[in-house]
């Protein structure tokens, strides 16, 4: 990998990490355009560049980081727990469905599925509107939710979201919150990814690593700024539109 792939495997993890539309689903298929393999050194660079992430979700919401805010953070953690225990238990299981085609076919899913709940969804009705007023059963739900993130293309922010407008959240909570429970999720798997192949960072270029964090941090920061505004004045209907065409692009390249 050179500073150039790293930058731009770092723009990508950073735009598209708190968006609905699968970060893991895009970096497999950037470094598939970029020819880079799953190396065990570009398997660390993606760590560094999550972590670069999850560190941009503290600086946007760090209001939320303080005491006042320990109900918000056990709800949290209980949303987390639905993904941690599946995805601890079946990791090599998921690991094995990593491939263009799945991702492919779940951006269509997920583009379809997006599209069918806005056609329903009235957010007049929505019952919470500031993430603190999210009930604990609520949270459970948007957890489950979650676990289906667990597939390539699926999109963890996509299946959060989408958990949290049909328990009642407005858009906008539905999104801090996916933020939010981002940070869990995002520990827990470069956690694991780390321990597991902590020996793989030794040899990894740092100037590349500090590229791809750099750029991370920057545009996830911005992105999600960017999103909760956007979410003042729009709903997913464009996001469910461009993960189906996109989904028919891959798979039309797949074939």
């Known amino acids: 990998m050179n500073i150039l792939q790293s930058a731009v495997l770092g723009l990508v993890e950073g735009v598209t990490e708190f968006l609905p539309i699968s970060s893991t689903g895009h970096l497999i298929v950037v470094s598939s355009w970029l020819h880079l393999d799953q190396t065990v050194t570009n398997k660390a660079f993606e760590v560094i560049i999550q972590l670069a992430a999850i560190l941009a979700v503290f600086f946007n919401q760090r209001d939320k980081f303080t005491l006042n805010h320990i109900e918000l953070w056990k709800k949290i953690i209980l949303a987390f727990i639905p993904i941690g225990v599946v995805g601890l238990l079946l990791h090599r ?81 539905s999104a801090e919150f996916s933020f939010l429970l981002a940070l869990p999720v995002m520990l827990a798997a470069s956690g694991f990814d780390f321990v597991t192949h902590y020996q793989d960072f030794s040899g990894a270029n740092l100037e590349i690593l ?4 750099v750029t991370a941090f920057i545009c996830a920061y911005f992105t999600m700024k960017i999103f909760i505004d956007f979410l003042n004045r729009n709903k997913f209907v464009g996001f469910g539109i461009y993960r189906i065409l996109f989904g028919l692009i891959l798979l039309f390249f797949a074939t």
């Open 93 to 173: 299981q998921i690991k094995a469905l990593f491939s263009v085609e799945i991702v492919a076919v779940m951006f269509i899913v997920g583009g379809i599925i997006f599209l069918i709940v806005e056609y329903f969804y009235q957010e007049r009705t929505s019952t919470v509107r500031e993430v603190d007023s999210i009930s604990y059963k609520q949270a459970l739900w948007i957890g489950i939710a979650q676990v289906a993130a667990l597939i390539p293309g699926t999109s963890r922010a996509g299946s959060s979201i989408i958990g949290a407008m049909l328990v009642g959240l407005d858009r906008r909570a």
């Open 210 to 213: 500090a590229v791809g964090f």
